[in-house]
């Protein structure tokens, strides 16, 4: 049986890509799963990085089939030029409790999720060739990191080291068309696929067909700052709205960080619906009542990944047949206007009031936003759903381990 170990730095050990679609899917398709995941101050800890305190507490232990190795992550805080000094000493043995733990689990393909997973695998590699067991090595890079936009000196150098660390591995994973040509100007003959963030598609979907003096409006995910999710915005919103139409509902699946709080104006408060973070299997349901989902990706012009990004919560709206309004955003403009399945605002910058436009813009025009929710479906059910994800993971990881292991040149 093939082994995978996912190395995870900075993620819940739940999170949505790692843990409920490509550790999952590799389990169900025959493979053996590891996953070696951090702790925060001890404690493991949910997408909303709330802990679990008083359970999950074992080093190692199974959880829906799957292993966990857990570690402390106050160990292993690598810096960038500790990654850098040891990525250009080809020869130097790289001792970290990732790569230790690693080591141990023998696996046959290693699968980092971050640069500082990725700079432990590297290490795993060099070691197992130095003993004349190659493994295959894979980035999966759900974001474009660091952001090219970002001139902090800092991020320039992990620039540069992920550029040296590229040349190492065997296959990169990725969320989107553009952040694939970006890599691509990197690593030409490197293997690049592309796997959406996508949901396993929601088999109990069914057409809403809300009255015409109702309408719902859904956010999904984290509340916080302006560059996405903004709470301001989502007042904004919701107080035009809520003046032109007879019963308007904003509903937030998720909401603000563990240990904060969202403090929600009087004039809005009875049109804002917060569920709190429900779990990954759950969200379908709480997406059932929604008509229109909202993204909004702000400061664009200090950012390439928000520009690229074709975010879970994206394809979570599409899943239940929801028309998706967002900014201009690169990526997303060009599926929106492929599938036609949603409003791209002509600005890149956006209020409240140019969302709440939109808004009004498909409640006076039904028949529009009742096309836009087939298309969002339609284009689901044919091509973006997590099940053709899993036949592309699939076939990618097959491939490579079909191929002979890409040696690393080790100095004598």
Request: proline content about 5%; charged content about 25%.
């Amino acid at each position: 049986m093939t082994k995978v170990c996912m190395l995870v730095h900075t993620h819940s050990f739940l999170d949505t890509r790692i843990f409920q679609k490509e550790a999952k899917s590799l389990q169900k398709h025959g493979y053996d799963v590891v996953m070696i995941v951090p702790r925060i101050k001890g404690k493991l800890f949910k997408v909303n990085k709330e802990p679990f305190d008083n359970e999950l507490l074992e080093p190692t232990f199974m959880y829906e089939g799957i292993k966990i190795v857990t570690y402390d992550f106050e160990s292993y805080k690598p810096t960038v030029e500790h990654m850098q000094e040891h990525i250009d000493a080809k020869s130097l043995a790289f001792n970290h409790p990732l790569v230790k733990l690693g080591l141990a689990e023998d696996a046959d393909v290693y699968h980092a999720h971050e640069v500082a997973s990725l700079f432990a695998g590297i290490g795993i590699k060099r070691q197992r060739e130095k003993e004349g067991k190659p493994i295959k090595l894979i980035f999966d890079s759900h974001d474009l990191i660091p952001d090219p936009f970002d001139k902090k000196p800092k991020f320039i150098a992990m620039g540069k080291l992920l550029d040296d660390m590229l040349k190492e591995i065997d296959q990169l994973i990725t969320v989107s068309p553009s952040i694939k040509a970006y890599y691509i100007t990197k690593q030409p003959l490197l293997p690049i696929e592309i796997l959406y963030n996508s949901p396993p598609l929601n088999k109990q979907f069914k057409a809403r067909v809300p009255k015409d003096t109702e309408l719902t409006v859904g956010y999904e995910g984290h509340v916080a700052d302006n560059k996405k999710g903004s709470s301001d915005k989502i007042y904004q919103m919701t107080e035009r709205s809520k003046s032109h139409i007879h019963d308007f509902t904003f509903k937030i699946i998720g909401g603000v960080l563990h240990g904060h709080s969202l403090d929600i104006p009087e004039n809005v408060k009875n049109n804002i619906s917060l569920t709190g973070w429900v779990p990954f299997e759950n969200i379908a349901d709480e997406m059932a009542e929604i008509d229109i989902g909202w993204i909004d990706f702000d400061d664009l012009s200090n950012s390439l990944n928000r520009s690229y990004a074709l975010p879970n919560k994206f394809f979570s709206y599409l899943n239940n047949g929801i028309p998706v309004i967002v900014n201009k955003c690169h990526d997303m403009e060009q599926f929106i206007q492929t599938h036609q399945c949603g409003i791209v605002l002509n600005k890149q910058k956006a209020t409240g009031d140019d969302y709440a436009e939109a808004i009004l813009y498909l409640h006076q025009n039904r028949d529009l936003l009742k096309q836009m929710s087939i298309n969002a479906r339609k284009a689901m059910e044919q091509l973006y759903n997590w099940e053709k994800m899993e036949q592309r993971m699939i076939q990618m990881y097959e491939a490579l381990l079909d191929d002979q292991p890409k040696p690393f040149y080790i100095e004598k």
